[in-house]
Nanobody
């Protein structure tokens, strides 16, 4: 199983970007999906989560500006980022808790990261 993230780039303050992340390979089910971000010299921080039932949670710093969604038929999650600020500049990682095989435990999977740069 692999997670492939895309959609990062360079945007001006106040702009928008939409990140996508899809799982590939053989799997049984996907539980929670999420987006994290990491700036140079800082820890990886949680941005938003979404359960397989669609319940969402957000970091205070992005509440009202970022919106996480998922399409279970495509095994994908999306992060719509609006009103972007320079402080949002980071590498964004998608995460999913996946059951790869019947009768086995779930495991954590990470995408490769996509750079988001917000210019002032």
């Amino acid at each position: 199983v692999q997670l492939q993230a895309s959609g990062g780039g360079l945007v001006q303050t106040g702009g928008s970007l939409r990140l996508s992340c899809a799982a590939s390979g053989s799997l049984v089910s996907i539980n929670d999906m999420a987006w994290y971000r990491q700036s140079p010299g800082k820890e990886r921080d949680l941005v938003a989560t979404i359960s397989n039932g669609g319940i969402t949670n957000y970091a205070d710093s992005v509440l009202g500006r970022f919106f996480i969604s998922r399409d279970n038929t495509k095994r994908a999650t999306f992060l719509q980022m609006n009103s972007l600020k320079p402080d949002d500049t980071a590498v964004y990682f998608c995460y999913a808790r996946i059951r790869a095989r019947w009768g086995r435990d779930t495991n954590d999977y990470w995408g490769q990261g996509t750079q988001v740069t917000v210019s002032s």
